[in-house]
């Protein structure tokens, strides 16, 4: 098992940036997989980046291409997402989550790929 807890939601206005921390604990970080997946009001659950278990492999949803960076500290068992040119629609809780999936290039992007989650941060994005 692991416990993820995710830091450094807040307010900002459209244009600006905030990085959001997951910090894993209970189990080997470098055995999981990690990802981030938001939920805005009344909408599903959407997939916004993923990193494998090494940091070489990422990938994005298509909303948050170019804009946001997903990487990974083994080393501090900690995941980031780097938000950058925040967009009114980014507004959400953010969620952190973790597969084991050492030695693996797979990345799920759904969220039945993923079985630990954290309990998620507010990103309010002000126009």
């Known amino acids: 098992q692991v416990q993820l807890v995710e830091s450094g939601g807040g307010l900002v206005q459209a244009g600006g940036c905030l990085r959001l921390s997951c910090a894993a604990s209970g189990s080997t970080f470098v055995r999981f997989a990690m990802s981030w997946f938001r939920q805005a009001p009344g909408k599903e659950r959407e997939f916004v980046a993923a990193?494998?278990?090494?940091?070489?492999?990422?990938d994005y949803g298509d909303s948050v291409k170019g804009r946001f960076t997903i990487s990974r500290d083994n080393a501090k068992n900690t995941v980031y997402l780097q938000m950058n040119s925040l967009k009114p629609e980014d507004t959400a809780v953010y969620y952190c989550?973790?597969?084991?999936?050492?030695?693996?290039?797979?990345?799920?992007?759904?969220?039945?790929?993923?079985?630990?989650w954290g309990q998620g941060t507010q990103v309010t994005v002000s126009s």
């Open positions: 990193v494998n278990w090494s940091g070489g492999i990422t």
């Open positions: 989550a973790a597969e084991p999936a050492m030695w693996s290039s797979s990345l799920p992007a759904t969220r039945e790929g993923y079985r630990y």
